[in-house]
Protein backbone atom coordinates (compact mmCIF):
# COMPACT_ATOMS: atom_id res chain seq x y z
CA UNK A 1 0.00 0.00 0.00
CA UNK A 2 0.78 3.62 -0.56
CA UNK A 3 1.05 5.29 2.76
CA UNK A 4 -0.27 9.29 2.13
CA UNK A 5 -0.64 11.78 3.81
CA UNK A 6 -2.80 14.83 4.34
CA UNK A 7 -2.84 18.61 4.96
CA UNK A 8 -5.14 20.90 4.95
CA UNK A 9 -6.82 23.39 7.08
CA UNK A 10 -10.49 22.59 6.03
CA UNK A 11 -11.50 19.12 7.79
CA UNK A 12 -14.53 19.19 5.25
CA UNK A 13 -11.88 19.41 2.16
CA UNK A 14 -9.93 16.29 3.74
CA UNK A 15 -13.09 14.33 4.01
CA UNK A 16 -13.81 14.83 0.67
CA UNK A 17 -10.44 13.95 -0.35
CA UNK A 18 -10.22 11.24 1.99
CA UNK A 19 -13.07 9.54 0.06
CA UNK A 20 -11.80 10.49 -3.47
CA UNK A 21 -8.45 8.06 -2.50
CA UNK A 22 -10.79 5.14 -1.58
CA UNK A 23 -12.99 5.52 -4.35
CA UNK A 24 -10.14 5.98 -7.23
CA UNK A 25 -7.24 4.83 -5.31
CA UNK A 26 -7.76 1.61 -3.41
CA UNK A 27 -4.16 1.31 -2.76
CA UNK A 28 -3.26 4.29 -1.01
CA UNK A 29 -3.74 4.52 2.24
CA UNK A 30 -4.30 7.75 4.34
CA UNK A 31 -2.07 7.08 7.48
CA UNK A 32 -2.51 10.58 9.09
CA UNK A 33 -3.77 13.99 8.49
CA UNK A 34 -2.70 17.50 9.74
CA UNK A 35 -4.83 20.74 9.69
CA UNK A 36 -2.21 23.22 9.54
CA UNK A 37 1.52 24.08 8.70
CA UNK A 38 2.60 23.72 12.75
CA UNK A 39 0.66 20.47 13.35
CA UNK A 40 1.80 19.23 9.62
CA UNK A 41 5.48 19.96 10.14
CA UNK A 42 5.51 17.80 14.07
CA UNK A 43 3.46 15.23 11.97
CA UNK A 44 6.02 15.08 9.40
CA UNK A 45 8.78 15.06 11.35
CA UNK A 46 7.37 11.53 13.27
CA UNK A 47 5.60 9.91 9.94
CA UNK A 48 7.37 9.10 6.87
CA UNK A 49 4.62 9.08 3.77
CA UNK A 50 5.27 7.73 0.86
CA UNK A 51 2.96 10.73 -1.00
CA UNK A 52 1.86 13.93 0.91
CA UNK A 53 -1.16 15.94 -0.28
CA UNK A 54 -0.23 19.35 0.78
CA UNK A 55 -2.76 22.18 0.70
CA UNK A 56 -0.50 25.76 -0.49
CA UNK A 57 -2.70 28.44 1.74
CA UNK A 58 -3.71 27.35 5.20
CA UNK A 59 -4.34 29.75 8.44
CA UNK A 60 -1.51 29.21 9.87
CA UNK A 61 0.86 29.72 6.35
CA UNK A 62 1.60 28.05 3.00
CA UNK A 63 2.61 24.72 2.48
CA UNK A 64 5.78 26.18 1.39
CA UNK A 65 6.77 27.18 4.76
CA UNK A 66 5.78 23.76 6.10
CA UNK A 67 8.56 22.23 3.78
CA UNK A 68 11.23 24.78 4.39
CA UNK A 69 11.50 23.72 7.94
CA UNK A 70 12.01 19.85 6.95
CA UNK A 71 15.60 18.67 6.74
CA UNK A 72 14.82 16.57 4.05
CA UNK A 73 12.57 15.84 1.79
CA UNK A 74 12.20 11.97 0.81
CA UNK A 75 8.60 11.62 -0.07
CA UNK A 76 6.23 12.56 -3.02
CA UNK A 77 4.51 16.11 -3.03
CA UNK A 78 1.27 16.77 -4.31
CA UNK A 79 0.14 20.57 -4.41
CA UNK A 80 -3.70 21.18 -3.71
CA UNK A 81 -4.65 24.29 -4.84
CA UNK A 82 -7.52 26.78 -5.84
CA UNK A 83 -6.33 28.49 -9.68
CA UNK A 84 -3.50 30.74 -9.24
CA UNK A 85 -1.47 31.42 -12.17
CA UNK A 86 1.61 32.53 -11.23
CA UNK A 87 1.85 29.24 -8.80
CA UNK A 88 0.85 27.02 -11.42
CA UNK A 89 3.41 27.82 -13.88
CA UNK A 90 5.97 27.51 -11.13
CA UNK A 91 5.03 24.21 -10.28
CA UNK A 92 5.39 23.25 -14.08
CA UNK A 93 8.69 24.51 -14.62
CA UNK A 94 9.87 22.29 -11.41
CA UNK A 95 7.99 18.99 -12.49
CA UNK A 96 5.55 19.00 -9.62
CA UNK A 97 2.27 18.02 -9.57
CA UNK A 98 -0.37 19.66 -8.43
CA UNK A 99 -4.29 19.08 -8.44
CA UNK A 100 -6.72 22.10 -8.31
CA UNK A 101 -9.39 22.56 -6.16
CA UNK A 102 -12.24 20.80 -6.73
CA UNK A 103 -10.47 17.71 -7.46
CA UNK A 104 -11.18 15.96 -10.72
CA UNK A 105 -10.86 12.32 -10.41
CA UNK A 106 -8.77 11.74 -13.42
CA UNK A 107 -6.27 14.67 -12.80
CA UNK A 108 -5.88 12.54 -9.38
CA UNK A 109 -5.63 9.30 -10.71
CA UNK A 110 -2.48 10.76 -13.43
CA UNK A 111 -0.95 12.07 -10.47
CA UNK A 112 -0.91 8.80 -8.09
CA UNK A 113 -0.04 6.94 -12.03
CA UNK A 114 3.31 8.78 -12.33
CA UNK A 115 4.20 8.40 -8.58
CA UNK A 116 4.06 4.51 -8.88
CA UNK A 117 5.87 4.77 -12.25
CA UNK A 118 8.78 7.18 -10.68
CA UNK A 119 9.78 7.12 -7.01
CA UNK A 120 11.66 10.03 -7.26
CA UNK A 121 13.62 12.15 -4.38
CA UNK A 122 11.55 15.49 -4.42
CA UNK A 123 14.33 17.96 -2.81
CA UNK A 124 16.00 19.56 -6.28
CA UNK A 125 12.73 19.84 -7.96
CA UNK A 126 11.24 21.65 -4.22
CA UNK A 127 13.95 24.02 -4.96
CA UNK A 128 13.74 24.79 -7.91
CA UNK A 129 9.70 25.18 -7.29
CA UNK A 130 11.16 27.48 -4.14
CA UNK A 131 13.29 29.44 -6.28
CA UNK A 132 10.71 30.27 -8.86
CA UNK A 133 7.68 31.59 -6.50
CA UNK A 134 10.48 33.75 -4.52
CA UNK A 135 11.91 35.31 -7.69
CA UNK A 136 8.58 35.72 -9.45
CA UNK A 137 9.01 38.90 -11.00
CA UNK A 138 12.15 37.31 -12.81
CA UNK A 139 11.68 35.03 -15.72
CA UNK A 140 12.48 31.24 -15.31
CA UNK A 141 15.50 30.02 -15.43
CA UNK A 142 15.78 26.50 -14.78
CA UNK A 143 13.97 23.52 -15.51
CA UNK A 144 13.16 20.39 -14.30
CA UNK A 145 13.12 17.33 -16.86
CA UNK A 146 11.76 13.90 -16.13
CA UNK A 147 13.70 11.00 -18.33
CA UNK A 148 13.20 8.02 -17.93
CA UNK A 149 15.45 7.42 -14.87
CA UNK A 150 16.26 10.64 -13.48
CA UNK A 151 15.18 14.13 -12.88
CA UNK A 152 17.72 16.94 -14.65
CA UNK A 153 17.37 20.32 -13.39
CA UNK A 154 18.77 22.22 -16.46
CA UNK A 155 19.11 26.30 -17.24
CA UNK A 156 16.82 27.00 -19.95
CA UNK A 157 19.49 29.08 -22.35
CA UNK A 158 21.37 25.94 -22.91
CA UNK A 159 18.76 24.95 -25.03
CA UNK A 160 19.16 24.59 -28.79
CA UNK A 161 15.52 23.25 -29.53
CA UNK A 162 13.23 20.53 -28.99
CA UNK A 163 11.91 17.71 -31.12
CA UNK A 164 8.74 16.03 -30.84
CA UNK A 165 9.02 11.90 -30.85
CA UNK A 166 5.22 11.10 -30.16
CA UNK A 167 4.53 11.86 -26.75
CA UNK A 168 7.89 12.23 -25.96
CA UNK A 169 10.30 15.30 -26.48
CA UNK A 170 14.31 15.14 -27.46
CA UNK A 171 15.81 18.02 -26.19
CA UNK A 172 18.95 18.98 -27.75
CA UNK A 173 21.59 20.98 -25.75
CA UNK A 174 24.28 23.40 -26.71
CA UNK A 175 27.03 21.18 -25.86
CA UNK A 176 25.81 18.53 -27.81
CA UNK A 177 24.16 16.68 -25.29
CA UNK A 178 20.44 15.50 -26.24
CA UNK A 179 17.61 14.00 -23.63
CA UNK A 180 14.34 12.26 -24.22
CA UNK A 181 11.53 13.56 -22.12
CA UNK A 182 8.53 11.82 -20.99
CA UNK A 183 6.16 14.80 -22.16
CA UNK A 184 4.83 15.94 -25.40
CA UNK A 185 6.57 19.12 -27.47
CA UNK A 186 3.09 21.09 -26.44
CA UNK A 187 3.46 20.81 -23.29
CA UNK A 188 6.88 22.47 -23.60
CA UNK A 189 5.72 24.75 -25.75
CA UNK A 190 2.69 26.14 -23.40
CA UNK A 191 6.11 26.50 -20.50
CA UNK A 192 8.75 28.13 -23.20
CA UNK A 193 6.82 30.51 -25.49
CA UNK A 194 7.71 33.70 -23.00
CA UNK A 195 11.26 32.42 -23.14
CA UNK A 196 11.73 32.93 -26.71
CA UNK A 197 11.07 29.68 -27.69
CA UNK A 198 8.75 29.15 -31.11
CA UNK A 199 7.14 26.31 -33.07
CA UNK A 200 8.33 26.57 -36.35
CA UNK A 201 7.04 23.40 -37.10
CA UNK A 202 4.69 20.46 -35.89
CA UNK A 203 7.87 18.26 -34.68
CA UNK A 204 10.66 21.70 -34.08
CA UNK A 205 10.36 24.14 -31.12
CA UNK A 206 13.24 26.30 -31.15
CA UNK A 207 15.02 29.05 -29.15
CA UNK A 208 14.92 32.23 -31.21
CA UNK A 209 18.69 33.16 -29.49
CA UNK A 210 20.18 30.02 -31.29
CA UNK A 211 19.18 31.53 -34.68
CA UNK A 212 21.79 31.70 -37.52
CA UNK A 213 20.59 32.31 -40.73
CA UNK A 214 16.90 31.43 -42.14
CA UNK A 215 17.39 29.66 -45.90
CA UNK A 216 14.12 30.55 -48.14
CA UNK A 217 15.00 27.90 -50.41
CA UNK A 218 13.51 24.47 -50.58
CA UNK A 219 10.61 25.34 -48.51
CA UNK A 220 12.25 26.80 -46.29
CA UNK A 221 14.72 26.08 -43.19
CA UNK A 222 16.38 27.41 -40.60
CA UNK A 223 20.08 26.63 -39.23
CA UNK A 224 20.78 26.95 -35.62
CA UNK A 225 23.60 27.48 -33.52
CA UNK A 226 24.53 23.59 -33.43
CA UNK A 227 24.21 23.29 -37.69
CA UNK A 228 21.08 21.62 -37.62
CA UNK A 229 18.73 22.52 -40.18
CA UNK A 230 15.26 22.93 -38.97
CA UNK A 231 12.28 23.12 -41.70
CA UNK A 232 9.70 25.70 -41.27
CA UNK A 233 6.11 24.52 -41.86
CA UNK A 234 4.39 26.30 -45.09
CA UNK A 235 1.37 27.41 -42.07
CA UNK A 236 4.21 28.83 -40.02
CA UNK A 237 6.44 30.55 -42.88
CA UNK A 238 4.41 34.31 -42.68
CA UNK A 239 4.96 34.28 -38.84
CA UNK A 240 8.32 33.03 -38.50
CA UNK A 241 9.38 35.80 -41.03
CA UNK A 242 7.71 38.61 -38.58
CA UNK A 243 9.55 36.89 -36.02
CA UNK A 244 12.63 37.36 -37.43
CA UNK A 245 12.14 41.13 -38.14
CA UNK A 246 11.39 41.78 -34.43
CA UNK A 247 15.10 39.75 -33.43
Known amino acids: MIKAIIIDDSEQARQTFRTDLLTYAKDVEVIAEA ?15 DILFLDIQMQDGSGFDLLDVLPEINFKIVFITASDAHAIKAFRYAAIDYLLKPIDPDELVSALDKFRLQHLNE ?29 HIVTISDIIRCESDVNYTC ?49 GHLILNDNSMIPVSTRKRPEVMKMLEGL
Open 35 to 49: GGVVEGAKLLKKTQP
Open 123 to 151: NAKYRLLNDSLKNHAKPHERLALHSQDKI
Open 171 to 219: FHFNNGKKMMVTKTLKEFEDLLSDQGFYRVHQSHLINTKCIREYVKTEG
